[in-house]
């Protein structure tokens, strides 16, 4: 039996190993993904002070320090069930079960899905699928698209796209439905991308931000919205533009589009249909949480988290003795967050295996979690700090202290 088992060789889950394993504890990480390095491995964009951050290298890097510090990495291994034992928990995989003293799940985060009328053809992918498919397989997703979702998520990967050498055509909104939320609305849509003006090219964008801070100049804003768009490395980003349906008899040849009202009602007489080969859909992400269901862990509902999470407190741990999780299965938040917190994590399984020599470095491993979430050139919701405290609370409750 192991010491520590991490489900998830992604930012947090390789932090939380090497963290984990310096303290002398026998640790093995599994990964359904062939490689290790989870989201990170599509990630590159860069960040205000000129630098890039280039997820593959930062996988790299992880990967060599944790093989260094003596973890065991087996990736292309899917955990399909984990149960308690007496002395720890037992995971089942497509290779055997695994029996560990202490558990960390760090799944990450899956993609929302948006439904659109067409979706089906071939050429319509997620955005993450795109990303993948283009920095990870080195595989062109096509010569001319269109991306149906704008956030935070497709805007950055529809620059990481772009410089790979692919037409972005535009970035329009998806129809408003039941199933497409918020997302399907302008002025919904503006206020989300206003936290992140400040990392538009243009400083023009970056300047008219400043004035959009209260509603009313936001009404006005989406009221007066250019129907080409605002350009963010020249792709159109069209704020009153939605999709209607993606066209195509075999393949995707384009998509039919109209003009919307502020309340995201398609303008009769403006549709129309633009060509494109490919598309991509953004519905955001949400935690990746099945297994810490299956595992019996408590859950609260958080939308400032990106949905359900598993109740845990600062150091990572649940109210099921020996279960830790860490990174986006706790909150969508960026990858550098998940790598503090898989360092807390790490640390953590460290003193409840009696292991950890100086208790004052997971005090200072959590402090620094707070640090990086404040120095986060990317936030995907604005209210994380009160989503965190609230789940903070919960597991105190949980715990009767």
Not at 179 to 195: D, H, I, N, Q, W
Not at 201 to 226: A, C, E, F, H, N
Request: with cysteine.
């Amino acid at each position: 039996m192991i010491d520590a088992l991490i489900i998830g060789a992604g930012p947090a889950g390789l932090s939380a190993a090497i963290a984990c394993a310096k303290q002398g504890l026998s640790v093995r990480i599994v990964d359904e993904f062939y490689r290790a390095g989870g989201r990170l491995l599509g990630q590159l964009h860069q960040e205000p002070n000129g630098t890039w951050w280039n997820g593959m290298e930062e996988a790299a890097r992880l990967d060599r320090e944790a093989r260094a510090a003596g973890v065991e990495i087996a990736c292309g291994v899917s955990v399909f069930n984990v149960v308690p034992s007496s002395s720890g928990w037992i995971a089942s995989t497509t290779e055997g079960e695994i029996e560990t003293s202490l558990l960390l799940i760090a799944t990450g985060a899956s993609e929302t899905a948006v439904p659109v009328p067409g979706w089906t053809l071939p050429g319509v992918m997620s955005i993450g699928a795109a990303q993948v498919m283009t920095n990870v397989q080195r595989v062109r997703v096509g010569e001319r698209g269109v991306i149906i979702g704008v956030n935070i998520l497709s805007v950055a990967i529809a620059r990481e796209l772009q410089l790979a050498g692919i037409q972005i055509d535009r970035m329009i909104l998806p129809p408003v439905s039941t199933v497409t939320g918020k997302a399907g609305f302008p002025e919904a849509v503006m206020r989300s991308l206003l936290r992140v003006a400040h990392l538009a090219p243009s400083p023009l964008i970056r300047w008219g931000s400043q004035l959009m801070k209260s509603s009313w100049m936001q009404r006005l804003g989406v009221s007066l919205y250019p129907s080409q768009g605002f350009s963010m490395w020249d792709i159109p980003i069209q704020l009153r533009t939605a999709a209607l349906e993606i066209v195509g008899t075999n393949q995707v040849e384009g998509v039919r589009i109209a003009r919307v009202a502020p309340d995201g009602q398609p303008i009769p007489g403006s549709e129309q249909i633009i060509p494109a080969d490919f598309v991509c859909i953004a519905g955001g992400l949400s935690p990746l949480a099945e297994l810490a269901a299956i595992a019996g862990c408590p859950f609260a509902y958080v939308p400032s988290l990106g949905g359900h999470v598993p109740i845990h407190n600062d150091r990572m741990q649940t109210p099921l003795p020996g279960l830790f999780v860490a990174g986006n299965i706790t909150g969508v938040e960026s990858a550098k967050v998940a790598m503090a917190q898989g360092i807390v994590a790490g640390l953590s399984m460290a003193d409840a295996h009696g292991a950890l020599a100086d208790s004052a470095e997971l005090e200072n491993a959590i402090r620094q979690v707070g640090i990086v979430r404040q120095r986060a050139t990317i936030q995907f919701h604005p209210d994380i700090d009160e989503g965190r405290a609230t789940v903070g609370q919960l597991a105190l409750a949980s715990t009767g202290k």
